[in-house]
């Protein structure tokens, strides 16, 4: 059907754009803004991994058994990471908010939010620094503050800032944290050649580290969390720094991490790095704002997918609503206009044969994907004005901080 | 398997120490040579004896005394230099207050007259020193001056006696029978040292530039190692990994054991060789003494890394207690010259029973100070403990 058009320009802000287009001579307009901030956004959306593993569907027939459903513990033992309704409060401040998430196995969970947002204090509670003030906290079915030196051979973490020994190689460095986690000689030697091949520093292993650039500090750093095969790995900010080609070759690594069955838990300030995670957690002055994959979040910020419309001649827009699948029109231009759907993939050939179907052709029409700059301005906007409602806001910044007290003080 | 992987941490944390040392060429060479070229530049350098102090002697004038420095020389002895004798007070006193000089002798007038009249002569000695010891040192060495006048006068007078006896008809195998120089100094000293050895002063003071070297060494190298990482964040990774405290403290504890350990028999080897210092005990005996004494220093200085924050004030400590060391530890002053409570700190410091215990064993074969073994060991299970719960709570805070 798109093979007689010819492809125009995105309208969309997003450098990542991969929206489908179809171009199409145009129609009138309507002119109405568009509305972005309706319903609370849900903490747990439906169809997202997190949501699934934490409501799983029981069938009907299904008799009561005592203790948890089946289903429902093989979906627990499968979750790697689940915080309940966790609040930290530090100096007479809560620095972490009733935070709701979990984690399965096998998945990414982005953790994004700009700097003092509590991304740093979350991990430190996952990592067993700090104890929550309230709620629950389970890594690998167990508290973090509980760890035992089994559990901890699991997890590889990557510290937001370099910790590593600048006299010591490359090789050096990643053969001691291998040390570390009691890895005997054989393996060592395998694993340091490995993770040296796959964090591209093999060709520099012989380096001292405080003589390697940044970038390759922090690909060193990576290759150090990997390097005992964890089945969680924490990384805190892992691209911080590093050049837009080197963060793409990251995150490709982290996605063959995923693939292979590994979970990894990221945060990052970089809000564009959303999309190359399966699941997403915003986070803004200690409190999860939204939590869904990068699609719905999508869906969350605009109430639904968001085709570009633009006609060859006038139309009015609103004369699409009633149409299956549309939610809102919103004119801002005699030929141009977007409109929310349901779903893009199964409304863009209804609206745009609607639209032909007035006797206006269609010159472009494509879905619009907004950039996750966009996604999270609209989400932090809705937040703020839902908050009084909600609940006070936090004090001030929720503390990327290193004082805050420890685990066995806290607790 | 877990005693594998125990070990391997263990030795994860010694090899990066041992390697990390390795890669400081510059502080290796502080560090080894350093010792030996302190001890060379002291041995050079330092004769064992005070300097002598200027003095000028004032005699009176027309006294009819010698006024060759050679003379007063022979009567002050070593102590005191004798630069000039005049009969010119006001000059003398020029010289001392322009602290040309450091002592002014006044020779009395008319001791003959003095004696025959049965009154004492004042012989006036003053100095100008604001330093307490060399004022001491001073006052004693005005006081065998003193004496050594007063023998000199009682020989002259038993040589008149005798002349005038001998005048007045008294045999002459009698008079002489006995000398007046005993007759003016009836007794002498003969001593006898039973030390099994009597080392020189440079061999003296061998020990105790060793303990204090390998006391500083040791506290500074773990104590620096500790803080760096404490504050390059590598608690955190510790902390997450399966490593504990103990493991890391064991590990810290071989690594700059074996270390401090190598250098110290390196400078033994070089002070017995190069320097003739005695070494009579069996070697096991000054290992064991070595081994304490490194080992307290390295609990005294995880103690410092724990409580410290940042690497300035980690050098800052580490100096502190070298100054202590230097000042309390017997290197300087002896340690019975301080009284209760001081002594009892001083003892705290490893370095004062390590002094102590290596002295005693390189130049006596032994010591009667068992307790300070006691103490030395206990110091290291005291501070490595201590440091171990310290540390454990930072890196829990981590």
Known sequence: MAADLDPIEPTTTDAADRGSAIDRPAKPEISREPDISREPVAAWPSGSPAAAANSIPVPPDAAPAPGPPPDRARAAADLIVSMQAVTHRFDDRDVLIDITLAVPRGTILGVIGPSGAGKTTTIRMLTGAIAPTRGEVLVMGRPPTKFRRVDRERIGYMPQSFALYEDLTAGENIDFVASLFGMLWRRRRRRVREVLHIVDLWDVRGRQAGRLSGGMQRRLELACALVHEPELIILDEPTAGIDPLLRGAIWEELHRLRDAGRTLLVTTQYIGEADECDEVAMIVGGRIIALAPPDELRRLATDGDLLDIETASLYDGSTLMGTPGVRRVSQDGPRHFQVTVDDAGGSLPVVVEAIRSAGVEVASAREQRLSFDEIFAILVARSEEERPANGPAPDGDAGETRDEPSAETAA | ?398
């Open chain 2, 1 to 398: 398997m877990s005693l594998f992987k125990m070990l391997t941490r263990i030795l994860a944390i010694v090899g990066k120490e041992l390697v990390s040392i390795v890669r400081r060429p510059g502080a290796l060479i502080s560090l080894i040579l350093g010792p030996f070229l302190i001890m060379a530049i002291f041995g050079a350098g330092y004769g064992g004896y005070r300097r002598g102090l200027d003095t000028v002697v004032v005699l009176p004038p027309n006294s009819g005394l010698p006024t060759d420095a050679k003379t007063y020389q022979d009567v002050a002895g070593a102590g005191l230099t004798i630069s000039q004798v005049t009969t010119d007070e006001a000059a003398a006193m020029d010289l001392l207050n322009r602290q040309a000089v450091d002592v002014v002798v006044v020779a009395p007038t008319d001791v003959q007259a003095n004696l025959q009249a049965g009154k004492r002569s004042a012989i006036d000695v003053r100095v100008n020193l604001t330093d307490p010891v060399e004022s001491t040192y001073a006052y004693f060495l005005a006081h065998g001056l003193e004496a050594a006048i007063n023998r000199q006068i009682i020989e002259g007078a038993v040589d008149q006696a005798k002349g005038y006896a001998i005048d007045h008809g008294a045999s002459g195998t009698n008079v002489y029978r006995i000398p007046a120089n005993v007759i003016a100094a009836p007794t002498e000293v003969t001593i006898g040292n039973v030390a099994q050895s009597q080392p020189s002063v440079v061999q003296y003071f061998a020990p105790a530039v060793l303990a204090l070297i390998l006391q500083h060494l040791a506290v500074t190298l773990i104590a620096l190692s500790v803080v760096r990482e404490k504050n390059n964040g590598l608690f955190e990774l510790f902390r997450i990994s399966p490593i504990t405290t103990a493991e890391l403290v064991t590990g810290k504890l071989l690594a700059y054991g074996l270390f401090a350990g190598a250098v110290a028999l390196l400078t033994i080897t070089m002070l017995v060789i190069g320097f003739g210092v005695p070494m009579l005990a069996q070697p096991g005996w000054i290992a064991l003494v070595v081994f304490l004494l490194i080992a307290s220093s390295l609990g005294l200085g995880l103690l410092i890394a724990a409580v410290s924050d940042s690497e300035p004030q980690t050098v800052q400590l580490s100096l502190l207690v070298l100054l202590a060391s230097v000042f309390f530890s017997g290197f300087v002053l002896a340690i019975s010259e301080f009284s209760e409570p001081v002594r009892s700190m001083i003892y705290s410091l490893p370095v004062a029973s390590g002094i102590r215990l290596l002295s005693d064993f390189m130049f006596r074969g032994g010591t009667v100070a068992v307790g300070q073994l006691w103490l030395l060991g206990g110091l290291a299970v005291g501070y490595i403990v201590g440091a171990w719960l310290l540390l454990r709570r930072e890196m829990a805070r981590a």
